[in-house]
């Protein structure tokens, strides 16, 4: 069983960053793909980004079109942590952002997981 703990969410205006935190518990956190979504009110949860675990020290990561460019995936193993860096915010980025562990089909960019968090606000003001 894994637990996820998102944090870092908030009201950032238009044009500003903002860092999204999931901490997980459990051991085996290096050998599981990550990712997080995205839910909009009223609308589907949809994918934003995932990474790999680590093969030949690389990690592969995968995007949204939405937000290639502006939005950064990033794992630290030794804190059982994956990171969301999101520069260059839009008023449409605004989401309950989740994370979500052990994922198949990354590459797919619609990857399905076995664990999620319990999400964080994210808004963005124009």
């Known amino acids: 069983q894994v637990q996820l703990v998102e944090s870092g969410g908030g009201l950032v205006q238009a044009g500003g960053s903002l860092r999204l935190s999931c901490a997980a518990s459990?051991?085996?956190?290096?050998?599981?793909?990550m990712a997080w979504f995205r839910q909009a009110p009223g609308k589907e949860r949809d994918f934003v980004a995932t990474i790999s675990w680590e093969s030949d020290n690389t990690f592969y990561t995968f995007y949204t079109d939405s937000v290639k460019g502006r939005f950064a995936i990033s794992r630290d193993n030794a804190k059982n942590t994956v990171y969301l860096q999101m520069n260059t915010v839009k008023p449409e980025d605004t989401a309950v952002y989740y994370c979500?562990?052990?994922?198949?089909?990354?590459?797919?960019?619609?990857?399905?997981?076995?664990?999620w968090g319990q999400g964080t606000q994210v808004t963005v003001s124009s």
């Open positions: 459990g051991r085996t956190f290096e050998n599981y793909a």
């Open positions: 979500a562990a052990k994922c198949y089909g990354i590459s797919t960019m619609a990857p399905r997981c076995d664990y």
